[in-house]
């Protein structure tokens, strides 16, 4: 659970949560958009289907990978979130294709 | 990206205080310079965010976050230009930078690199902390930053080292509350750190250090000598267990559990561009070699900050300058002489940072316990696999984390190896009766960043130029 601070500036974005509406501040990543939002699982795990949720929040775990705008994993921590974004919270599919 | 120059004398990689100054010293003395970083604004992990943070009271985050205002001002003044959002997946023999940014990939070459990639957290593997909820302390405070977002709900911080204390002064200054601290510092750190105390008292940290640790004591309920540490709950943390030495088994309910056991180079672009590195016992981490400018064993190829060595975010900015003033001399903008004449001032400043900075490192050490974890705590994220797994395949002859790969997948995920190599080490090392040093790391591959099929379809290079940096 987190809470925004009440004198935090920026701009309100209205995006969807798997189908549901939700908003954010301009300058959040995804993941943080997600965990101002009460979501603080964004995926379960391929190996044993563990739910996950971000964890270093800088690129590393890649524990925050969701599904944004139809394509699959994502690092939700290194995109900022924008205006209309559908993000989905994903199941077991891991691999980032190469 | 089409603004870019088709070359650069020199490329910095990372945008910290080390980046930042390496870039504007360099650019102001007439190298063409490129930084570029991953992050979408200036700031590095210190001073992330700072041109665009959303939290308005200055006093939150406090003046050692604000000073980053002074780097990123004459930065933007020193005619260096600036690729935000760009990831780096290689460096080649060749000084060819492969780099993605908006879903595309390019190839830049440069005459000169400095990589200021910086550091990472500690893994810090305790049962649960895989579960969501259960996060660094570093990336809450990545969201108090960046979002003005702060854990509610029963919040508890456990670990050691600075920025624990930091970040729990930060969500005191911004009202949040927090339930607990449990310090795992181990007490017996205290007897190896203590002839080491006269030097930090000296240093500039101890005032503002001990000013910052009582007013969070004042406040917060600190539980010290923590060990046997797990995180529980079903489908998300909802209580973290512990003792208190050898005491009874104790609990405390947590929607978040906040971990931090200090941070470690972030060397994943420096090992896959082959700059040798060595075991440091101090710090207990891997760090490439560098000698006084930064140079590793790799020509041309330079490391500042804390990426070549936890010095700090002061330490970071001089390194900085310094190897900005070697690659100045390397290309032949200036003479040794020059070099070593207007490094003077760097490298006293330098020497002040770094003072006290092994008391740090003897006192929050983490301790064994949570460096060398039991059988059924999970130690690589990506392929879940566990410390009595690899304990397990040490028995079947693994002697090093490159063989634990192909038996186990760790570190095969997409982590590469990041949040359980050092882990991997220490246990492998522990198993073995041998030293980290003799145990080895990874060896990584380029790209170190995740590189799509597509983005590297958009590389405009020939192909036996891609070649070269994805194989050298
Ligand atoms: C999460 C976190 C929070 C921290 N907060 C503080 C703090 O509040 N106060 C403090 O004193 N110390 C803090 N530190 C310690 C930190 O290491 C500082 O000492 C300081 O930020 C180091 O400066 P630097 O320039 O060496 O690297 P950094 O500031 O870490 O900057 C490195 C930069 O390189 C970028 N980068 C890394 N790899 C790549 C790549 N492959 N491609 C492109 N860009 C890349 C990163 O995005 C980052 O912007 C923190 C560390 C971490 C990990
Ligand atoms: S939260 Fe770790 S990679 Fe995004």
């Known amino acids: 659970m987190f809470q925004r601070l009440p004198d935090a500036g920026g701009e309100r974005v209205s995006f969807t949560i798997d189908g549901q509406p939700a908003e954010a501040l301009s300058g959040d990543s995804v993941a943080a958009a997600l965990i101002a939002n009460g979501v603080g699982a964004c995926r379960t795990t391929p190996v044993s289907g563990a739910p996950r949720g971000p964890y270093c929040m800088m690129g590393v775990c890649f524990d925050c990978l969701v599904t944004i705008d139809g394509t699959g994993n994502q690092q939700g921590c290194q995109i900022r979130v924008h205006p209309g974004m559908r993000v989905e919270t994903q199941n077991g599919k891991r691999e980032i294709e190469r | 990206m089409t603004d870019l120059k088709p070359r650069y004398d020199l490329a910095v990689i990372g945008a910290g205080p080390a980046g930042l100054a390496a870039a504007t010293l360099a650019a102001t003395r007439g190298l063409s310079t490129v930084l570029l970083d991953e992050q979408a604004a200036p700031g590095g992990q210190i001073y992330r965010a700072i041109t665009r943070s959303p939290v308005r009271n200055p006093n939150v985050l406090g003046t050692d976050y604000w000073h980053g205002a002074d780097l990123v001002g004459p930065f933007r003044d020193s005619g260096a230009d600036y690729l935000p959002g760009a990831a780096v997946w290689s460096v080649s023999r060749t000084l060819d930078i492969g780099l993605s940014r908006d879903g595309a990939a390019r190839i830049l070459p440069a005459r000169h690199v400095i990589l200021a990639t910086g550091a990472l957290e500690r893994p810090f593997p305790v049962p649960g902390w895989t579960l969501p909820g259960v996060m660094g302390a570093g990336a809450a405070q990545i969201l108090l930053k960046t979002s003005g977002l702060v854990a509610s709900g029963n919040v508890v911080m456990a670990g050691s080292g600075p920025l624990l204390w930091l970040l729990a002064w930060q969500y005191l200054r911004a009202g949040a509350r927090i339930d607990a601290i449990l310090d795992t510092t181990p007490r017996e750190n205290w007897r190896q750190a203590m002839p080491l105390l006269p030097a930090f008292a000296r240093s500039g940290y101890v005032g503002k250090g001990l000013k910052l640790l009582l007013e969070v004591r004042r406040k917060v309920k600190v539980i010290g000598n923590v060990s046997a540490l797990r995180a529980e709950g079903d489908g998300r943390v909802q209580s973290v267990v512990y003792r208190q030495g050898n005491g009874a088994e104790q609990r405390l309910p947590a929607d978040t559990l906040l971990l931090h ?45 804390d990426g070549a060595g936890i010095g700090g975010a002061l330490a970071a900015e001089h390194r900085g300058r310094l190897t900005a003033l070697d690659a100045l001399h390397r290309l032949g903008a200036i003479d040794r002489a020059t070099r070593d004449r207007d490094a003077a001032p760097h490298r006293e400043a330098l020497d002040r940072a770094l003072r006290g900075r092994d008391f740090l490192d003897a006192l929050y050490r983490p301790g064994k316990d949570f460096r060398v974890p039991a059988d059924d705590t999970i130690v690589c994220r990506c392929e879940e696999v566990t410390a009595g797994q690899v304990r397990d395949a040490v028995k079947l002859g693994v002697s090093g984390p490159n063989q634990t790969k192909s038996f186990l997948r760790c570190g095969m995920g997409p982590c590469q190896g990041r949040l359980c190599g050092p882990t991997v080490v220490e246990v492998i090392a522990d198993a073995r009766g041998v030293s980290p040093a003799e145990v080895g790391y990874y060896r990584l591959r380029p790209p170190v960043k995740p590189i799509t099929l597509a983005e590297l379809a958009s590389l405009p290079k020939a192909e036996d130029e891609v070649a070269a940096v994805m194989h050298h």
């Not at chain 2, 470690?264 to 700059?275: H, K, Q, V, W």
């Not at chain 2, 075991?279 to 207990?284: F, K, N, V």
């Not at chain 2, 790799?298 to 900050?305: F, H, Q, T, W």
């Open chain 2, 261 to 305: 056991h200090g941070v470690i180079p972030n060397i994943n672009l420096a090992n896959a561009t082959g700059c040798a590195q060595s075991w440091d016992e101090a710090q207990r981490c891997w760090v490439p070699d560098v000698d006084g400018w930064g140079a590793t064993s790799v020509e041309g190829v330079a490391i500042a900050g």
